[in-house]
């Protein structure tokens, strides 16, 4: 059951999709058809789902690291928004001086900036759980709001473009400093690749490492762990500069790669999404692959809803809330089972 029940909540939430887009007066076949076969109808359209997918995809292996460990890091949306940040800033510094050549130095330099960027933002709530005993949730999640004033505040100011027309944006990054694109006529870049790489040495870092192994037994048995010795703090660390790594790579790619410039949108919550990919993955970093494309999926098919039938731009997320609430409540019967059991009498029943 825990292999089915992603499908099982999966299955459930068309059902339910397919009730809510009934009771708005539209067509349930048509718009469901918009989310699962016209994202995949062609080579262009599959390279857009490749495309989305790998921002989803770094986040979530950062988080099911996390996760493992029992370490709830909320926060992947604003070390995503740092990296990018990070990488950015690079880019638009490069570009106003001239220094583009060669371009893949200054682009690999861009995207370790950003990773370095992310690590930091995560590192600063590991800092509060360590030292102040904190909880990570809560401190992770309001960075995230931090973060995104502080984009806020440079596209607004310091580094508005002066020839942008005053929208709230940087100038466009030199072409030598953008990610290679896999084919022609395609918008997925090589940080898809590398995505998939990240994926293959997380599963070889948690399953066949004695640093995963010690993480792994320190999320399932916190006890146990200490008993042997592992050290909480360490794990701590590790896992949240990880994670936060992972997601500013992946907001480095999306400034170096389709957008090629900073802008207050440059996450349409990767960050946030990225929790529902690591929960359907059952944090297994190659599912992880999997759950990206599903979800990617599913946002591509919320933007040919809103322009082809008119559905609200919430639609999506509301498909994706009810995705994870779905996961849940058929999670709860792998490890609980209902009990139908007659009425004892009043006698029994006070006194149970």
């Known amino acids: 059951m825990a292999y089915l029940s992603p499908m099982i909540s999966i299955a459930l939430t068309f059902m339910i999709a397919a009730l809510v887009v009934t009771a708005m007066g539209k067509?349930?076949?048509?718009?469901l058809s918009l989310f699962t076969l016209e994202p995949v109808k062609d080579k262009r359209a599959i390279g857009e789902v490749m495309?989305?997918?790998?921002?989803l995809m770094l986040c979530s292996l950062?988080?099911?690291?996390?996760?493992?460990?029992?370490?709830?890091?909320?926060?992947?949306?604003?070390?995503?928004?740092?990296?990018?940040?990070?990488?950015g800033g690079m880019a638009m510094w490069l570009t106003e001086a001239g220094m583009t050549r060669p371009g893949w130095l200054w682009v690999s330099l861009a995207?370790?900036?950003?990773?370095?960027?992310?690590?930091?933002?995560a590192g600063i709530t590991a800092w509060f759980r360590d030292k102040a005993h904190a909880n990570e949730i809560l401190v992770s999640l309001m960075l995230v709001y931090v973060a995104n004033l502080l984009l806020s505040y440079l596209v607004f100011g310091p580094w508005k473009d002066p020839k942008g027309w005053n929208f709230p944006q940087t100038l466009r990054f030199a072409d030598s400093l953008s990610i290679g694109r896999l084919g022609p006529g395609m918008r997925v870049h090589w940080g898809f690749v590398l995505a998939l790489i990240s994926a293959g040495v997380?599963?070889?870092?948690m399953y066949f490492t004695t640093l995963?192994?010690?993480l792994r037994v320190g999320g399932l048995a916190p006890d146990a762990a200490r008993f042997a010795g592992f050290s909480a703090r360490e794990s701590l660390w590790t896992v949240l500069l990880c994670s936060g790594a992972f997601a500013g790579l992946a907001g480095a790619m999306e400034v170096l790669g389709p957008m090629g410039q900073l802008t207050p949108h440059v996450s349409t919550g990767y960050g946030f999404t990225a929790i529902i990919v690591a929960f359907i993955a059952r944090l297994h970093p190659l599912a992880c692959v999997l759950a990206s494309f599903l979800l990617s999926m599913l946002m591509i098919g919320g933007e040919l809803a809103q322009s082809r039938v008119g559905l609200s731009a919430s639609v999506s997320s509301m498909f994706q809330g009810?995705?994870?609430?779905?996961?849940?409540?058929v999670d709860s019967f792998i490890h609980y089972r209902l009990a139908w059991?007659?009425?004892a009498g009043k006698d029994a029943a006070q006194h149970a």
């Open 62 to 87: 950062g988080l099911a690291f996390c996760f493992r460990s029992n370490v709830w890091n909320i926060g992947a949306e604003g070390q995503f928004l740092l990296g990018a940040i990070g990488a």
């Open 51 to 55: 495309l989305k997918a790998t921002p």
């Open 111 to 121: 995207l370790l900036l950003g990773a370095i960027a992310g690590a930091c933002w």
């Open 212 to 214: 995963g192994a010690r």
């Open 322 to 329: 009810v995705l994870l609430m779905m996961i849940l409540i």
């Open 341 to 343: 059991r007659k009425h």
């Open 202 to 205: 997380m599963v070889w870092l």
């Open 27 to 31: 067509d349930p076949v048509k718009v």
